[in-house]
């Protein structure tokens, strides 16, 4: 179940940086996608956390 969550925020960064890379500058492009990561990340960490509280029956 936590692979869904890792390959979802995987494709939620590289669907974003590809969308990005075709309508703005380099440098934005590259910030943005770092956030995106960045965010992708705190997302994944968060369900993780979720998905355990749950199993283990809090």
């Known amino acids: 179940m936590m692979s869904v969550y890792f390959f979802t925020g995987i494709f939620f960064t590289l669907g974003f940086n590809a969308f990005l890379s075709q309508v703005a500058d380099d440098l934005v ?7 995106g990561g960045v ?6 960490a968060w369900c993780k956390n ?3 509280r749950k199993r ?3």
Do not use: D
Not at 29 to 35: A, D, H
Not at 39 to 44: A, G, L, N, T, W
């Open 50 to 52: 979720r998905w355990e």
């Open 29 to 35: 492009t590259g910030v943005l996608s770092i956030v």
């Open 56 to 58: 283990s029956g809090r």
């Open 39 to 44: 965010i992708s990340s705190v997302v994944v």
